[in-house]
Structures are given as C-alpha cells and as structure tokens.
C-alpha cells in the first residue's frame, strides 16, 4: 500500500489532461524551452517561480572521488502587458570545488518585447538583459564564461508557429541570435570578452507532455586565441510535464559539443580555454501563479491575426453560401411568376417499359377523360 502512494503522483502527472498554462519558462526565466526564449510573451497578469538544479559528474584525475559541478538557480517572470515581461534570476548556490555549500553566483535580469512585426506564421520579439555580478568566485570551473563584471547584452527573438498549417503535428521552431557584452565599461564589439549568442530549438507537444530539442552555444567575437570548436556548445534534450495545480516539471539532458584546444596554450588565453562540462542532467519546477487584473492569457500579434483570419475565411464562405441561396431562390420566384419549371429542378425519369403505339393511344385517351376541364381549374 506505501508503495502505491509513493507512485500515486506519478500517476497523476502522466494522466493529467493538458492544463491552461499559458506557457512553460527557460532557465534564466521568460517564456521558452531550456535556455531558447520564444518571441511570445506568457501575457499580462501572468506570474511564474521557477527553480533548475543541474549537475555534472566527472572522475578526478587526482584522486578516485567524483569532481562535482552543482547549480540551483531561481527565476521570477512578470507579464506587464501583452507584449512585455521581466524577468529576474539569482543563482543561489554555485559549486567552487572547495566546500561543500558554495557561496551564490550571479544575477541575471531581463525585458522581453514582442515586436508587432510578424509575417504570417513568424513572429519576432527582443530580450535585453543585463548580468549583475554578485558572485563570490567567478568564471568557475564547467560553466560558460563568466567576465565578473557588470555586463549585459541583447537577443532577437524569432518563433515559427506551424500549429495552424499542420495541425495533426503542431511544431514550433525558435530562433535565437544576439550579442553578449561582459564589461559595460569598455567599447562594444572589440572586446575579446564578448560573446555571440546563438539558440535554435524545436518543440512538439503531445497532451501533458511537451518534448523539445535545442541548441546552443557562445562563442567569442574578436578573441583570435580561441578556436571555434573550443567555444562553449551544446545540445540539450528535454520533456516538460504540464503536471496538476499549475506545476511544470522539467527534465533536461545536455550534452557538451566543444572540444578542449591540443597542444601549448597561450598564458594570455588561458582563462578562455575552459574546460566545459561534457554532459549536464537538469531537473526544473515551474509553477504558475494566478496574476491580477487581468491574468487570462491574451494571445500575441501572430495568434491574434491568424484568429483574424480564420475568422475572416469563415465570414467571406457564409457569405458566398447566402448568396447562392438567394440566386437559386430568384430564380425559382421568377419560374413560378412565368409558369416554367425551375431549370434546376429535374424531371423523374420514366422508367416504364416502352408500350406501343396502340397502347400509348389507348393510355393518352383514357388519360383525357379523367381530366377534369379546364374552366373546372380556374
């Protein structure tokens, strides 16, 4: 009997019918898959907590113990309109390889704006956002470049919507490019610590469940030390559970794609030259907290035209069908005006068998007499 209480929320999450969340969160918060953002907003009013831990194990070299990388980061979204939302993300516990609880790790806050420039199926926002630099150590060791200073940095936000074009296998694509600058006090765009952001990924719900893949990566922009196969890469596979009482379980597996560089390193590029972690398993809470003042979810620019149109086909064919209707109704008035038949209107074909002449006299004659005359009819 324990044990079938102990599997009892288990069953819950799989069975559970898809529920009104209006969207799942990323990592750093806002709208999207793991770290991919989605160009729609979660909507006005809407509110969500989330909470990622990830972790990655990988045998030491100087002794048989595992060297450990563990991460627990939070992320508050805020939808303020329609087309806006902020988000903040404290890491509250990043691993320095020395103790055994490590000191927090930075904050990362951020604007997302869908733009009302859509073309059909696409839709496209922006993401500003800006790295507050409170952690105790930085650029620790596994994790993506991290300059330790204030910083910040913007992404275009692309989402292909194929919900309506094939609707048996509701895809949806993202597209992520950006540009991410480490020191806001140098010059942008000559710094060796900048990074290009890039981030494609795909989703397919089915029901309760959500499976998306997604990749992404950093990659240095004016740094001539490091290659780029050495820049921080991955590719992540991950199934969100649209679980009961508005939680989202997240269940993500990365796989590192860079390779370490061969041979000497320059002292000058040796902190670029990480050693980034080969694989990661991430485990994600989301839960959606009811807004105020208005926190139905409003659909975006894309959603709400392609509703528009749905809606305009729909009017232009009950108008064509009224008109039909009403031709075929004058028509039948102006037969019934002139005593004509309807030409629409067919005659039942004579199916008897052929009689001869003799016989067709006699039925036309008999036919005659029963008719009653004509004076009889008006």
Request: glycine share 8%; net charge negative; aromatic share 10%.
């Amino acid at each position: 009997m324990a044990r079938v209480f102990r599997l009892l929320p288990v069953f819950c999450l799989l069975l559970a019918p898809s529920l009104p969340c209006v969207g799942q969160t990323t990592i750093y918060g806002g709208r999207g898959l793991m770290r991919v953002f989605t160009a729609e907003p979660i909507g006005r009013g809407q509110f969500f907590i989330n909470t990622y831990f990830q972790t990655f194990l990988d045998s030491s070299k100087r002794n048989i113990s595992l060297g450990k990388d563990h991460t627990l980061s939070l992320g508050f979204t805020l939808g303020i309109t329609r087309r806006t939302e902020i988000t903040v993300s404290p890491v509250i516990y990043q691993d320095d390889q020395k103790h055994a609880w490590g000191p927090p790790g930075d904050m990362r806050v951020g604007l997302k704006y869908a733009t009302p420039l859509t073309f059909g199926a696409f839709s496209t926002g922006l993401n500003l956002f800006a790295n507050i630099p409170i952690a105790k150590n930085h650029n620790v060791a596994y994790e993506p470049y991290s300059s330790g200073k204030f910083g910040g940095g913007l992404l275009g936000l692309v989402t292909m919507d194929m919900t309506d074009a094939f609707p048996v296998v509701p895809l949806k694509l993202y597209v992520n490019f950006g540009y991410f600058d480490h020191d806001f006090s140098d010059q942008p765009f000559i710094d060796e610590e900048d990074q290009y952001l890039v981030g494609v990924g795909m989703k397919f719900p089915i029901r309760s469940l959500v499976f998306y893949t997604e990749y992404t990566g950093e990659f240095f922009a004016n740094n001539p030390g490091v290659s780029s196969k050495e820049n921080s890469t991955r590719i992540s596979q991950g199934l969100k559970i649209l679980g009961p009482w508005n939680f989202i379980l997240d269940f993500v597996a990365d796989l590192g794609l860079e390779k370490p560089a061969a041979g000497p390193i320059d002292p000058r590029y040796i902190k670029y030259k990480k050693d980034y972690a080969d694989w990661k398993v991430t485990l994600g809470l989301n839960y959606q907290v009811s807004g105020h003042g208005g926190s139905e979810h409003r659909p975006n620019a894309a959603a709400r035209l392609r509703k528009e149109k749905r809606a305009m086909q729909e009017l232009e064919q009950i108008r064509i069908e009224r008109e039909n209707a009403e031709k075929s109704l004058t028509k039948m008035q102006e037969s019934l005006e002139t005593g004509e038949q309807p030409p629409e209107v067919k005659p039942p074909e004579d199916k008897s068998p052929e009689q001869n002449p003799a016989e067709q006299k006699t039925t036309e004659e008999k036919s005659s007499q029963d008719k009653p005359p004509i004076e009889h009819l008006e």
